[in-house]
């Protein structure tokens, strides 16, 4: 495949995903609901993640509506083909070749992890689009340090990588995982080295986009850096051979199992000093992170995306891998690939299809959100209250959204400890401000002696995400709720 008949391949998926973003029935996930909500106040961080994933929410409802759903999520798929491109320019630099160029950008743009996330937002899709920026930039300053009449350019080069590693960061944390490998490779081998003076300033000016980040952190307890660090969730040495399993056959599932395949053999060629130099440079700039992660799964725990930045590099590298040694693996992962790059949005389109022989549908936890919102403004409205206390993240993003042009007042329940999620953090219940008496959702009877507070019939929901859970509502007075 060429570059150009791949690029080609880009657009059309591109404007698939879109075309069926706009027919998608699936109701917003608890994280893009918090995303939503801090877009409508942009800030340089936020609770849980740094503050790009709001700026863009922001820019593309700004373009056409600050409540549609299809907005909200719009700049994923845009995202993901502008790193697909990248991704051509990245093989064609390193590899020389346009058939190699094109299936990467191929292989890319019909991930399974990729069209997955492509239906929904996530600050993985900024994230991934500056990563390949800075490696493409880091592979463009290190030509100009072998080829001295390209000087004049190398000086750009290395602000738009420090740019794209300070913007990459305000996406995710998890970009630091760039200079680290970038470090490791040009440690090893020279062709990966780039001028110590581009390296400084890049450094330097990543560091100066970073900083009101840093200084949001500051202000607000380290939060942000705070939650990174309790996420990683370690105490103590532990050995959780069967979560490491889990998160590698997981990595079958996100990028392919062609594609993981021909990476782990890229691995081994490397491994066996029977890799060429663009092979070790590869192998060096993606499988540090996939072994940390698995580390990080032996020790607590791991999800299935935490790895994705390896697969800037891995793609490159697996495809490369498959050129070289089986060739119609590349054509077997694209048909794979592209089944699931075709089915996604279908789900999405008609999220109520359930597994043969199933009765839960398989996008079961990105339904029924709105539903259960409704069923609690209802009931809220029977008993004459109008704020709303939950102590459940998900049911307090779903009606923070839900509910966001009518007369509610949201409120999540004191707890008296440190805030476990941005509610918490921003929109606790406080009694010398909120109305005296409340709709309590609590997921355990609620029992208070106090004057005011009465138990209301609980709900049970029948579908969706909380299908045969219990929620117990309770008109609850202040005193109540104060821990």
């Given at each position: 495949m060429t570059s150009r008949r791949a690029a080609l391949l880009i657009l059309v998926v591109t404007a698939y995903r879109i075309l069926m973003l706009a027919l998608d029935r699936t109701d917003l996930f608890v994280d893009e609901a918090q995303y939503w909500m801090w877009s409508r106040a942009l800030a340089?961080?936020?609770?849980?993640?740094?503050?790009?994933?709001?700026?863009?929410?922001?820019?593309?409802?700004?373009?056409?509506?600050?409540?549609?759903?299809?907005?909200?999520?719009?700049?994923?798929?845009?995202?993901?083909?502008?790193?697909?491109?990248?991704?051509?320019?990245?093989?064609?630099?390193?590899?020389?070749?346009?058939?190699?160029?094109?299936?990467?950008?191929a292989g890319f743009i019909t991930l399974p992890g990729v069209a997955l996330s492509s239906i929904f937002i996530s600050t993985d899709t900024a994230l991934l689009f500056f990563y390949a920026l800075a490696m493409l930039l880091t592979v463009r300053l290190a030509e100009c340090r072998s080829q001295p009449e390209e000087t004049r350019t190398s000086l750009p080069l290395a602000g738009g990588l420090g740019l794209s590693i300070g913007l990459g960061l305000l996406s995710k944390y998890a970009m630091?995982?760039?200079?680290?490998?970038?470090a490791l490779a040009a440690w090893r081998l020279p062709q990966a080295r780039i001028g110590w003076r581009h390296a400084a300033f890049a450094a330097l000016l990543?560091?100066?986009?970073?900083?009101?980040?840093?200084?949001?952190?500051?202000?607000?307890?380290?939060?942000?850096?705070?939650?990174?660090?309790?996420?990683?969730?370690?105490?103590?040495?532990?050995?959780?051979?069967?979560?490491?399993?889990?998160?590698?056959?997981?990595?079958?599932?996100?990028?392919?199992?062609?594609?993981?395949?021909?990476m782990i053999v890229g691995l081994c060629r490397v491994a066996r000093r029977s890799g060429n130099p663009v092979e070790r440079q590869l192998v060096l700039l993606s499988w540090p992170i996939i072994g940390l992660i698995v580390g990080q799964a032996l020790m607590s725990r791991a999800y299935a995306n935490w790895a994705a930045t390896a697969y800037v590099a891995g793609i490159v590298l697996a495809t490369l891998t498959l050129t070289n040694g089986w060739q119609?693996?590349?054509?077997?992962?694209?048909?794979?690939?592209?089944?699931?790059?075709?089915?996604?949005?279908?789900?999405?389109?008609?999220?109520?299809?359930?597994?043969?022989?199933?009765?839960?549908?398989?996008?079961?936890?990105?339904?029924?959100?709105?539903?259960?919102?409704?069923?609690?403004?209802?009931?809220?409205?029977?008993?004459?209250?109008?704020?709303?206390?939950?102590?459940?993240?998900?049911?307090?993003?779903?009606?923070?959204?839900?509910?966001?042009?009518?007369?509610?007042?949201?409120?999540?329940?004191?707890?008296?400890?440190?805030?476990?999620?941005?509610?918490?953090?921003?929109?606790?219940?406080?009694?010398?401000?909120d109305a005296p008496r409340v709709l309590l959702i609590t997921e355990k009877p609620f029992a208070?002696?106090?004057?005011?507070?009465?138990?209301?019939?609980?709900?049970?929901?029948?579908?969706?995400?909380?299908?045969?859970r219990t929620l117990f509502l309770s008109a609850a007075s202040a005193r109540c709720l104060i821990p």
């Amino acid at each position: 495949m060429t570059s150009r008949r791949a690029a080609l391949l880009i657009l059309v998926v591109t404007a698939y995903r879109i075309l069926m973003l706009a027919l998608d029935r699936t109701d917003l996930f608890v994280d893009e609901a918090q995303y939503w909500m801090w877009s409508r106040a942009l800030a340089f961080g936020y609770y849980s993640k740094p503050p790009m994933i709001a700026w863009t929410i922001h820019a593309t409802t700004a373009l056409g509506g600050f409540q549609s759903l299809f907005w909200i999520r719009l700049s994923s798929p845009l995202l993901h083909a502008a790193t697909a491109a990248l991704l051509i320019a990245l093989a064609g630099r390193l590899t020389g070749s346009d058939r190699i160029a094109g299936w990467t950008g191929a292989g890319f743009i019909t991930l399974p992890g990729v069209a997955l996330s492509s239906i929904f937002i996530s600050t993985d899709t900024a994230l991934l689009f500056f990563y390949a920026l800075a490696m493409l930039l880091t592979v463009r300053l290190a030509e100009c340090r072998s080829q001295p009449e390209e000087t004049r350019t190398s000086l750009p080069l290395a602000g738009g990588l420090g740019l794209s590693i300070g913007l990459g960061l305000l996406s995710k944390y998890a970009m630091v995982y760039f200079p680290a490998t970038a470090a490791l490779a040009a440690w090893r081998l020279p062709q990966a080295r780039i001028g110590w003076r581009h390296a400084a300033f890049a450094a330097l000016l990543a560091l100066v986009v970073l900083s009101p980040n840093l200084i949001w952190n500051a202000h607000h307890g380290g939060a942000t850096l705070r939650h990174t660090s309790d996420n990683i969730g370690w105490t103590g040495l532990n050995l959780h051979i069967g979560k490491a399993l889990e998160f590698l056959a997981a990595q079958f599932g996100v990028v392919g199992p062609v594609l993981f395949g021909a990476m782990i053999v890229g691995l081994c060629r490397v491994a066996r000093r029977s890799g060429n130099p663009v092979e070790r440079q590869l192998v060096l700039l993606s499988w540090p992170i996939i072994g940390l992660i698995v580390g990080q799964a032996l020790m607590s725990r791991a999800y299935a995306n935490w790895a994705a930045t390896a697969y800037v590099a891995g793609i490159v590298l697996a495809t490369l891998t498959l050129t070289n040694g089986w060739q119609r693996g590349l054509r077997a992962s694209l048909a794979i690939n592209g089944a699931v790059t075709l089915a996604l949005p279908l789900l999405a389109a008609f999220p109520q299809t359930t597994v043969p022989g199933g009765q839960t549908p398989i996008l079961a936890r990105y339904l029924g959100r709105s539903a259960l919102s409704e069923t609690l403004a209802a009931r809220a409205k029977q008993a004459g209250l109008t704020t709303i206390v939950a102590g459940n993240r998900d049911i307090l993003a779903d009606l923070v959204y839900t509910l966001r042009d009518r007369p509610f007042t949201i409120r999540a329940r004191p707890t008296g400890a440190p805030p476990l999620n941005a509610y918490e953090q921003d929109m606790t219940y406080d009694p010398a401000r909120d109305a005296p008496r409340v709709l309590l959702i609590t997921e355990k009877p609620f029992a208070c002696a106090s004057e005011g507070t009465a138990t209301l019939p609980p709900i049970q929901p029948t579908t969706g995400y909380l299908r045969g859970r219990t929620l117990f509502l309770s008109a609850a007075s202040a005193r109540c709720l104060i821990p």
